[in-house]
């Protein structure tokens, strides 16, 4: 069984935040069968690398003007981008930028529903838009992805919806990548991570 001391090791927590984090962790692992010692050095590598350390729960939306049409060029015109994101002239509205670049995604309604706000990433693995949080049970209660209940649990039950156990059955770390991030930012990171977890829980 994971221990306070393995934990902190694993993800870079003081032992204090890991005591906090355990008893979720556990549940949450408990419920969606990541259930052996690999299953688990991927859950925590990823989950690190997603929350930054298990630091932060929810997105960040201060986008600059220029990051936001760089980042989504696709979802946000120049006029939007300059009027709400931040400049010179003012800070960003991050409820705003949410309602916009989410708008129509993942089960959201349009920009004037506040679903993409509602919405936007939280928990460990930074689920995303109306469908996924029902998908994890939380639609009704987004706002608890933020606590570490709320966010060990949907993000294990989206692990397991994607099948990522078996992946992580697998050893595939640049397959899981993928299904997380539909790519592979922050593959380095992630693999980094997980050799430390291995380390930590898969050693004999």
């Known amino acids: 069984m994971l221990t306070v ?3 902190a090791q694993a993800v870079g927590l003081s032992d204090s935040d890991a005591a906090l984090w355990l008893p979720h962790i556990l549940k949450a692992a408990d419920k969606y069968q990541i259930n052996n010692s690999l299953r688990l050095a991927h859950f925590l590598a990823q989950m690190g690398h997603e929350s930054g350390g298990f630091k932060h729960l929810v997105e960040n939306l201060n986008y600059s003007e220029q990051a936001l049409i760089s980042t989504f060029s696709t979802r946000i015109t120049k006029s939007q981008a300059n009027f709400y994101g931040r400049n010179a002239s003012h800070p960003a ?3 705003m930028i949410g309602n916009i670049v989410y708008a129509g995604r993942n ?3 349009d920009a004037r529903s506040g679903d ?3 919405f936007r990433g939280r928990g460990l693995i930074m689920i995303t838009g109306r469908s996924n949080y029902r998908a994890v049970g ?3 209660s987004p706002a608890e992805l933020e606590l570490p209940d709320g966010a060990a649990m949907s993000a294990a039950a989206w692990w397991a919806q994607h099948g ?3 992946l992580a059955d697998k050893d ?3 397959a899981i990548t993928k299904v997380i991030n539909g790519g592979y930012n922050g593959l380095e990171d992630r693999q980094s991570r997980l050799i430390k977890s291995k380390g930590i ?3 004999s």
């Open 116 to 118: 993409g706000y509602k």
């Open 172 to 174: 595939d770390v640049k």
């Open 201 to 203: 829980l898969c050693s």
């Open 138 to 140: 939380y639609e009704q």
């Open 164 to 166: 990522l156990n078996e």
């Open 5 to 7: 001391n393995q934990l």
């Open 93 to 95: 509205n991050q409820q």
């Open 107 to 109: 089960g959201n309604g």
